[in-house]
Structures are given as structure tokens and as C-alpha cells.
């Protein structure tokens, strides 16, 4: 069992590879209520909680983005109404990115903000949706655009969950460990160099690491920057690219396997204007493929993902803002780049 702690607007802990019964019992023990919100798609999976002294509440929300609208929270505000949850209990979300980004944006919005826990079980709730304090639900107009910053008094990653994830969910996950690799930690991706997906589920040990490792980058970012100056910003690697591609596909495409296309386009682009070499390209491409994600696209012009990236909440006024990176760590902002470059990254992108 390791312990990541995170400083931001509270003091918290990520607890990796433990048994998540027994840590949310600890976590719990004090509470009189406790609300757990998940997935109705996973109810075979969420045990009935024994041994707490709590009343505990099961509230199941419609699975993936379908549950993230103001409907289904104007129905959970219901719930924890009914429930009587009050300021000293607890709300927890065990689930995916989608079902950690909801409950902790009902916990953030009931009475001003209860205390909530999440127990993320896929790849990237483990690495990135879980932690760092952003909750929120989708508006008509995209994803995410309704939220608030309200950190979890915990995070509780037990491993066994990923066993049962499909190998498409595990994979896109694996997208957001690469992306800590290049904008942080090296050692992630000598650690995936030459693996395949197969290789990476077979080995506990490996997975493991991969999450300690990426929890660790995403700990140090948020610790430094909570609210989202440049410093968050570099988590945004491949992203500004990716969210094109996610819209262009109507969300067909899941969100790592769009960060990995990102990223792709964004160490092209990088190339193009000189701050990056052709041998880092190169890795890039070889580490995405190596692991079956994609890095290349054909479903969208360039005038459409051209317009979508002006508008990606990253981009101020209308200017284009991307993260790029000179070498494996190193990151720095690049604003504007010329048209001909960002044509030429595309064209290689989306052959
Ligand atoms: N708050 C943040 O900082 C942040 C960061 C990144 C992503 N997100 C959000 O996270 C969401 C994406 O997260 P995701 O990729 O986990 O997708 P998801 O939550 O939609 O889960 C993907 C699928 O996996 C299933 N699933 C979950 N756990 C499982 C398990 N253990 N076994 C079998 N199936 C399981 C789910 O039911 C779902 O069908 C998006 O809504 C995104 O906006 C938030």
C-alpha cells in the first residue's frame, strides 16, 4: 500500500492498492449517514456495505455521460434530501470518471459542500478523475462545463476493480499514464517501452507502479496549482487536439483513445515548429502503437477541429494555447502557432 498526499484547497490522501471496504469503513467510521453513488450499469459489483455504524444510502445514476446532466442531480439533490444527509456525513462515488465527477459535484453543491470520498475503478478515474478536485456534470453546449472545485477527503484505489474493465476502457486509460510520462515522469514510459496492453494486465506489479507513479504526477501538479494556472495546464497535454477529435467523433471515440490522436498531433506540431526532435516524434508514435492506441484520425476536416480547438476552455480570447514539450519533462506553452505548421501536424495526424 502506498500514500500520495495532495495539498489543495484540503489536506488528503490517495491510498493505493488496499482493500477498498476496509479503508472506506476507516474513512466512514465516524459519519451518521453515508451516500454512495455509482453506477447502475456496475450494481452487481457494489457490495452491500456490513459493519458500519452509519445508515448507508444507495443512490445507482444512468452509467457514463448519460449520468453527468442537471436531471439526474436535480434527482440526487432529492435523494440526499430524503436521506437527511446533513453536513457531517458523507458522500461517496465508486465508479468511473463520470461517477466520481458526479457525486463530487453533488457532494460540492448540497448544503454548500459535505464531505465526499472517491473510489475510482477505471484506469483513469484511478489516475486523473479521482483526484485533483474537479467535479461538475455536462451542459448542452459540452462536456464538463458545469462543475466546481471540491477536493475529496479521500481517495481509495484498489486494483482488484480493473479486473472486470473491458480491455478498450483499460487502454484509453493508459493514454492519460503516457501523457505523465512525457510531461513528467520518464520513468513511466521506460517502464511501458516495448509493452503491450496484454503485458501491462498480466503484471499487477506494473500496473501498480503505473498508477503510483501517475497519481504522483497529477498529486505534484494539482498541489502546485489547484484552480488551473500554466502549472495544471501541462496535464492538458494532447488534450486541445483531443477534445477536437472527441467532438468530431460525436464521443464514438473514447477520451484517452482522443488524447493519444492529441498527442500524436501535438508532438507533430512540436516538431514542426523546433522545439521538438524528430527522435522524441518518433517515441511518441512508437509508445501510443506499442500499446494498441490510436495516432491517427479520419474523421474530421481541418477548418472543423481548427474551430473547436478555439474554443477549448485552454484557449483564451482567440488565440490558440497548447502544451508541448522540448524534452521528456519539459514542458512549455506555445501560443499561435503559424497556420502552416498546424496544417502540416494535422495532415500527418489525419492522413
Ligand atoms: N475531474 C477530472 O479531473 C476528470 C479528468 C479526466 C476525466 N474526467 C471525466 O471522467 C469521465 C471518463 O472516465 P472513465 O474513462 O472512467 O469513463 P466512465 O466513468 O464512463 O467509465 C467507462 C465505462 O467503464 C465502466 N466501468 C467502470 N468501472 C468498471 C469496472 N471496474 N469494471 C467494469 N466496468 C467498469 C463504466 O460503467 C463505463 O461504462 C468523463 O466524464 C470525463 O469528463 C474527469
Redesign the pocket.
Known amino acids: 500500500m502506498k500514500t500520495i498526499h495532495v495539498s489543495a484547497d484540503r489536506e488528503y490522501d490517495v491510498v493505493i492498492d488496499t482493500p477498498y471496504l476496509a479503508a472506506l469503513k476507516e474513512v466512514a467510521a465516524s459519519r451518521s449517514r453515508v451516500a454512495i453513488f455509482f ?1 447502475a ?2 450494481k452487481s ?1 457494489i457490495p452491500r456495505i456490513e459493519g458500519l455504524d452509519a445508515e448507508i444510502f444507495y443512490f445507482p445514476i444512468p ?3 448519460a449520468g ?1 446532466n442537471i436531471e439526474i442531480l436535480h434527482q440526487s439533490w432529492n435523494w440526499l434530501g430524503a436521506a437527511g444527509i446533513t453536513r457531517d456525513d458523507l458522500v461517496i462515488g465508486i ?7 458526479f457525486a ?1 459535484f453533488a457532494a460540492a453543491s448540497w448544503l454548500r459542500g459535505v464531505d465526499w470520498v472517491a473510489i ?6 484511478m489516475v ?9 456534470i ?1 451542459s448542452d453546449y459540452g ?2 462545463l458545469i ?1 466546481a472545485f471540491h477536493s475529496p477527503i479521500s481517495v481509495i484505489i484498489d486494483p482488484q ?6 480491455d478498450r ?1 483499460f487502454l ?2 493508459l493514454a ?1 499514464v503516457v501523457k505523465c510520462g512525457f510531461i513528467e515522469d520518464g520513468k513511466i514510459l521506460s517502464a511501458i517501452k516495448g509493452k503491450t496492453l496484454s503485458d501491462i494486465r498480466k503484471s499487477r506489479e506494473l500496473t501498480i507502479e503505473l498508477i503510483e507513479r501517475s497519481v504522483q504526477v497529477k498529486a505534484d501538479v494539482v498541489s502546485g496549482d489547484f484552480k488551473e494556472s500554466f502549472g495544471r495546464e501541462i ?1 492538458n497535454y494532447g488534450h486541445t487536439f483531443g477534445h477536437a477529435v472527441e467532438l468530431a467523433s460525436k464521443y464514438s471515440l ?3 483513445e482522443c488524447v493519444a490522436i492529441g498527442m500524436a498531433f501535438i508532438a507533430h506540431l512540436a516538431v514542426e515548429v523546433g522545439v521538438m526532435s524528430e527522435d522524441l516524434l518518433n517515441e511518441h508514435v512508437a509508445i501510443l502503437s506499442s500499446l494498441g492506441l490510436p495516432t491517427t484520425y479520419s474523421g474530421a476536416e481541418w477548418p472543423e477541429l481548427l474551430a473547436t480547438m478555439k474554443v477549448d476552455k485552454k484557449s483564451r480570447g482567440n488565440s490558440l494555447r497548447f502544451v508541448v514539450i522540448s524534452e521528456i519533462g519539459k514542458t512549455q506553452r506555445l501560443e499561435n502557432p503559424i497556420e502552416s505548421a498546424l496544417l502540416t501536424a494535422y495532415e500527418k495526424v489525419c492522413p
Open positions: 453506477s450499469d456496475m459489483s452509467d457514463g455521460e453527468k465508479g468511473g470518471g463520470a461517477v466520481t465527477d463530487g475510482p475503478t477505471t484506469v483513469a478515474g486523473d478523475a479521482a483526484i485533483g478536485g474537479k467535479t461538475g455536462n462536456k464538463n462543475g476493480w480493473l479486473d472486470s474493465l473491458s476502457d484509453a486509460g492519460e496535464l473514447r477520451h484517452g
